[in-house]
C-alpha cells in the first residue's frame, strides 16, 4: 500500500537531513586526507554541522507539516466528503491557506457543485414528495385491511410485510427484512403448504409458527412475476400499533456473495447499536438501555429498530444518570440484562453490527455469552476505524467531530440515548460508505483490512470474535 502523504513528505526530508550530513561528512573527510593534524577540528565542526542540519530540517519539516501536509490531507478529505458523501456544506480553506489560491479555488467549485445538487434536489424533492404521499396512502390503505400481508422472495427471504405481521408474528420474532422466512413459520408446514401451491393458483392452509403451539390461518399464492410468494394472514384482533408498510425488493439485498468478506458494503444487512451504561468499567458496570437501527441496501430500514431500557440490578451512578438521563425509576420495571440481550442477540442476528468505538460496546454483551448460551460473533464494523482510514489518525474521530466533518445533525435532546446515538452513527455510516468506495474500500474484506491499519486507536473488535472462534 502507498504510504500517506505526510509520511512521504517527512521521509524526504529525512533523506535531505541525511545526504546534506553525508555531504558535510565526506567534505570533513577530504579536508581531513590533506591535513591530518586538523582532525579534533574537523570532528568537532562535523558533528556541531551534523546536529545543526538536523535540527533545522526537523524544525521545517515541522512547519510544513502543520502548514501543508496536513492542510493538504484536511482539503483532500473535505473534497472527498463532498464528491462522495453528500456533503453540501461550505469547504472550510482555512487549513490550505499557506498554500495560495488552492484552497478558495476549491472552496469556490465546491460551491458550485453544491449549487447544482441543490437544484437537483429540489426536483428529486417534489417528485419524490408525491410518490411518499402516494406510497403513504397505499400504505394506510392495506395496513387497515384485516389481514397480514407478506411477500417472500425465492430464496425464502422477506421482502415485504406490513404492520399486521408484527402483529401476528411478533411474538416469535422480531421482523427483519431481508431475514429467512423460517424463522417465523415452521419449516414441515410451510414445505406441505408450498406443495401444495404447485397444484394451484393459491392455497387455503393453516401455518404452524416456530413457537411450535400457534396457527395461522394463510392464504398463500404465487408472487409477480413467479418470484416467490405472497402470504396472506387472517388477523383476529384488527387493533396493532402503528407500524408502515415495509419492503425491499432488490435481489441481492442482505444476500452475503460467498463469505461476509466478499460482500459489498452497500449491500450489506447492518445493525448499528449503540448502549448506555452504569459507568465506563466493562468488567463490572451494567447496561441500562440498548438503542439499534437496522441499514439494508444503503438504507435505515423504517420501522426495523430496537430501542428497550434495561434494568441492570443496580443503582445508577447520578453522574452516569447526568450523561445519558437515565434513572433508577425508569428502569426499575424494565426487563434484566439477560432478558435484553437474548432479545438483542435475536433482532440482531445474521448482520453486521456496526458501533461508534465498538469494543466498548460489544465488551458489555460479549461478558454475557456464557451465561446466556449465547455468542455475539457476527462482524463488527467501526466507525472510528473507518473514519480513520479516511481522514488519518491526527484527526479527531469523536461522534460529534466525524458527524461536524460530514455535516450531519444530532438531534441534541437524542444525543447520549442508546436510539439517539444509533441513529446518528447510522447516518454516518451510510455518509462514509461512498468515500470509502471511492478509495477503493468496497467490499466488507477491505473495509477490515483499512480498519486494522489503525489499531493504535482502538483495537479490531473483529479480532476478538476470530480469537475465541
Same mark, same amino acid.
Given at each position: 500500500?502507498?504510504?500517506?502523504?505526510?509520511?512521504?513528505?517527512?521521509a524526504?526530508?529525512?533523506?535531505?537531513?541525511?545526504?546534506?550530513?553525508?555531504a558535510?561528512?565526506?567534505?570533513?573527510?577530504?579536508?581531513?586526507?590533506?591535513?591530518p593534524?586538523?582532525?579534533?577540528?574537523?570532528?568537532?565542526?562535523?558533528?556541531?554541522?551534523?546536529?545543526?542540519?538536523a535540527l533545522?530540517?526537523?524544525?521545517?519539516?515541522?512547519?510544513?507539516?502543520?502548514?501543508?501536509?496536513k492542510?493538504?490531507?484536511?482539503?483532500?478529505?473535505?473534497?472527498?466528503?463532498?464528491?462522495?458523501?453528500g456533503?453540501?456544506?461550505?469547504?472550510?480553506?482555512?487549513?490550505?491557506?499557506?498554500?495560495? !489560491?488552492?484552497?478558495?479555488?476549491?472552496?469556490?467549485?465546491?460551491? *458550485?457543485?453544491?449549487?447544482?445538487?441543490?437544484?437537483?434536489?429540489?426536483?428529486?424533492? !417534489?417528485?419524490?414528495?408525491?410518490?411518499?404521499?402516494?406510497?403513504?396512502?397505499?400504505?394506510?390503505?392495506?395496513?387497515?385491511?384485516?389481514?397480514?400481508?407478506?411477500?417472500?422472495?425465492?430464496?425464502?427471504?422477506?421482502?415485504?410485510?406490513?404492520?399486521?405481521?408484527?402483529?401476528v408474528?411478533?411474538?416469535?420474532?422480531?421482523?427483519?427484512?431481508?431475514?429467512?422466512?423460517?424463522?417465523?413459520?415452521?419449516?414441515?408446514?410451510?414445505?406441505?403448504?408450498?406443495?401444495?401451491l404447485?397444484?394451484?393458483?393459491?392455497?387455503?392452509?393453516?401455518?404452524?409458527?416456530?413457537?411450535?403451539?400457534?396457527?395461522?390461518?394463510?392464504?398463500?399464492?404465487?408472487?409477480?412475476?413467479?418470484?416467490?410468494?405472497?402470504?396472506?394472514?387472517?388477523v383476529?384482533?384488527?387493533?396493532?400499533?402503528?407500524?408502515?408498510?415495509?419492503?425491499?425488493?432488490?435481489?441481492?439485498a442482505?444476500?452475503?456473495?460467498?463469505?461476509?468478506?466478499?460482500?459489498?458494503?452497500?449491500?450489506?444487512?447492518?445493525?448499528?447499536?449503540d448502549?448506555?451504561?452504569?459507568?465506563?468499567?466493562?468488567?463490572? !458496570?451494567e447496561?441500562?438501555?440498548?438503542?439499534?437501527?437496522?441499514?439494508?441496501n444503503?438504507?435505515?430500514?423504517?420501522?426495523?429498530?430496537?430501542?428497550m431500557?434495561? #434494568?441492570?440490578g443496580?443503582?445508577?451512578?447520578?453522574?452516569?444518570?447526568?450523561?445519558h438521563?437515565?434513572?433508577?425509576?425508569?428502569?426499575?420495571?424494565?426487563?434484566?440484562?439477560?432478558?435484553?440481550?437474548?432479545r438483542?442477540?435475536?433482532?440482531?442476528?445474521?448482520?453486521?453490527?456496526v458501533?461508534? #468505538?465498538?469494543?466498548?460496546?460489544?465488551?458489555?454483551?460479549?461478558?454475557?455469552e456464557?451465561?446466556?448460551?449465547?455468542?455475539?460473533?457476527?462482524?463488527?464494523?467501526?466507525?472510528?476505524?473507518?473514519?480513520?482510514?479516511?481522514?488519518?489518525?491526527?484527526?479527531?474521530?469523536?461522534?460529534?467531530?466525524?458527524?461536524?466533518?460530514?455535516?450531519?445533525?444530532?438531534?441534541?435532546?437524542?444525543?447520549?440515548?442508546?436510539?439517539?446515538?444509533?441513529?446518528?452513527?447510522?447516518?454516518?455510516?451510510?455518509?462514509l460508505?461512498?468515500?470509502?468506495?471511492?478509495?477503493?474500500?468496497?467490499?466488507?474484506?477491505?473495509?477490515v483490512?483499512a480498519?486494522?491499519?489503525?489499531?493504535?486507536?482502538?483495537?479490531?473488535?473483529?479480532? *476478538?470474535?476470530?480469537?475465541?472462534?
Amino acid at each position: 500500500m502507498r504510504a500517506g502523504l505526510r509520511l512521504r513528505i517527512f521521509a524526504f526530508f529525512l533523506l535531505v537531513a541525511a545526504a546534506s550530513i553525508a555531504a558535510v561528512g565526506l567534505g570533513a573527510w577530504l579536508a581531513w586526507r590533506r591535513m591530518p593534524e586538523a582532525l579534533p577540528a574537523l570532528l568537532s565542526a562535523g558533528a556541531m554541522s551534523a546536529f545543526g542540519i538536523a535540527l533545522v530540517t526537523m524544525l521545517v519539516w515541522l512547519l510544513f507539516d502543520e502548514h501543508v501536509a496536513k492542510g493538504v490531507t484536511r482539503l483532500a478529505a473535505g473534497l472527498r466528503a463532498r464528491a462522495h458523501g453528500g456533503v453540501v456544506a461550505d469547504l472550510d480553506s482555512g487549513p490550505v491557506r499557506h498554500l495560495g !489560491d488552492l484552497g478558495p479555488a476549491a472552496a469556490a467549485i465546491c460551491a *458550485q457543485l453544491a449549487q447544482a445538487e441543490a437544484r437537483a434536489a429540489t426536483r428529486l424533492a !417534489d417528485q419524490t414528495r408525491r410518490m411518499a404521499a402516494d406510497n403513504a396512502h397505499l400504505a394506510a390503505i392495506l395496513s387497515e385491511i384485516p389481514v397480514a400481508i407478506m411477500v417472500v422472495d425465492e430464496r425464502d427471504r422477506i421482502r415485504l410485510y406490513d404492520r399486521q405481521c408484527v402483529h401476528v408474528l411478533g411474538h416469535v420474532s422480531a421482523l427483519c427484512l431481508g431475514r429467512s422466512v423460517h424463522d417465523w413459520f415452521d419449516r414441515d408446514s410451510l414445505r406441505a403448504a408450498l406443495e401444495l401451491l404447485d397444484e394451484r393458483s393459491f392455497a387455503d392452509v393453516d401455518l404452524l409458527l416456530r413457537d411450535g403451539r400457534t396457527v395461522v390461518a394463510t392464504r398463500i399464492r404465487p408472487a409477480a412475476q413467479g418470484r416467490g410468494y405472497m402470504l396472506a394472514m387472517e388477523v383476529e384482533d384488527d387493533v396493532v400499533a402503528e407500524r408502515p408498510l415495509v419492503f425491499e425488493f432488490d435481489v441481492n439485498a442482505g444476500h452475503l456473495r460467498g463469505s461476509v468478506g466478499e460482500t459489498p458494503l452497500s449491500e450489506l444487512a447492518c445493525v448499528i447499536f449503540d448502549t448506555e451504561t452504569t459507568g465506563l468499567d466493562t468488567a463490572r !458496570d451494567e447496561i441500562v438501555q440498548i438503542g439499534a437501527v437496522r441499514v439494508l441496501n444503503g438504507t435505515v430500514v423504517p420501522g426495523e429498530r430496537f430501542d428497550m431500557l434495561v #434494568n441492570p440490578g443496580r443503582p445508577i451512578p447520578p453522574l452516569s444518570a447526568r450523561v445519558h438521563g437515565i434513572t433508577d425509576d425508569m428502569v426499575r420495571d424494565a426487563a434484566d440484562v439477560e432478558t435484553a440481550l437474548r432479545r438483542f442477540h435475536d433482532f440482531a442476528r445474521d448482520a453486521v453490527l456496526v458501533a461508534h #468505538n465498538a469494543p466498548f460496546d460489544l465488551a458489555f454483551l460479549r461478558r454475557r455469552e456464557e451465561g446466556l448460551g449465547l455468542a455475539f460473533d457476527n462482524p463488527v464494523l467501526d466507525t472510528v476505524l473507518l473514519s480513520a482510514a479516511l481522514f488519518g489518525q491526527a484527526e479527531t474521530h469523536t461522534l460529534d467531530a466525524i458527524a461536524e466533518r460530514l455535516n450531519v445533525r444530532i438531534d441534541g435532546s437524542a444525543r447520549h440515548t442508546a436510539l439517539g446515538d444509533a441513529i446518528a452513527t447510522a447516518t454516518v455510516l451510510l455518509r462514509l460508505i461512498p468515500m470509502l468506495e471511492a478509495q477503493n474500500i468496497r467490499t466488507f474484506g477491505d473495509a477490515v483490512t483499512a480498519m486494522r491499519r489503525h489499531e493504535r486507536l482502538l483495537p479490531d473488535a473483529n479480532r *476478538q470474535a476470530d480469537a475465541k472462534a
